[in-house]
């Protein structure tokens, strides 16, 4: 989760995804009154009684397709733990992220994507220019 808001309705939780960086999927809860969870991505799901979940439909920017093996040395805004499929939607939270480079459960951040280099295991994507 990004964050949790608390909304006694559900129709309310897709303003308060729209306004959070970053959140593409929403869950309304009656846990407290009702409660919104704001999430980064769709996971995996579970039953929970009176919840209601949602997407935003998307049209922003997205992630070129992943490139094997493939390592951008340097240029690290950040380090982040995730798997490999969080990786854009982490980059994309940021103005200044220009792609990442994913190995061993970590998503580095990169400010640009200069130089290119074989590195097993590694998997690197630039950010879309769309």
């Known amino acids: 989760d990004i ?7 559900y129709n ?4 308060d995804c729209d306004k ?9 809860t009656p846990w407290e009154d009702g409660t919104c969870f704001l999430k980064y991505k769709a996971d995996k799901t579970r ?4 919840a209601k979940a949602a997407q935003l439909p998307y049209n922003g ?3 070129d397709d992943q490139e094997q093996d ?4 340097g240029n690290d805004l950040v380090e982040l733990p995730g798997a490999v ?6 980059c994309l939270t940021r103005d200044d992220c220009q792609g990442y480079s994913w190995f061993n459960g970590v998503c580095s ?11 097993y295991g590694v998997v690197s994507a630039a950010r879309s220019s769309n």
Not at 3 to 9: C, G, I
Not at 12 to 15: H, T
Not at 70 to 73: E, K
Not at 109 to 119: F, G, Q, V
């Open 47 to 50: 039953s929970y009684w009176g």
């Open 12 to 15: 309310d939780c897709c303003e």
């Open 85 to 90: 499929e969080d990786c854009c939607a982490l």
């Open 20 to 28: 959070t960086p970053g959140c593409v999927v929403y869950v309304w």
């Open 3 to 9: 964050t949790s808001t608390k909304r006694a309705n």
């Open 61 to 63: 920017p997205t992630c």
């Open 70 to 73: 493939v390592d951008y040395y």
């Open 109 to 119: 951040l990169k400010s640009t994507l200069e130089t290119a280099s074989k590195k």
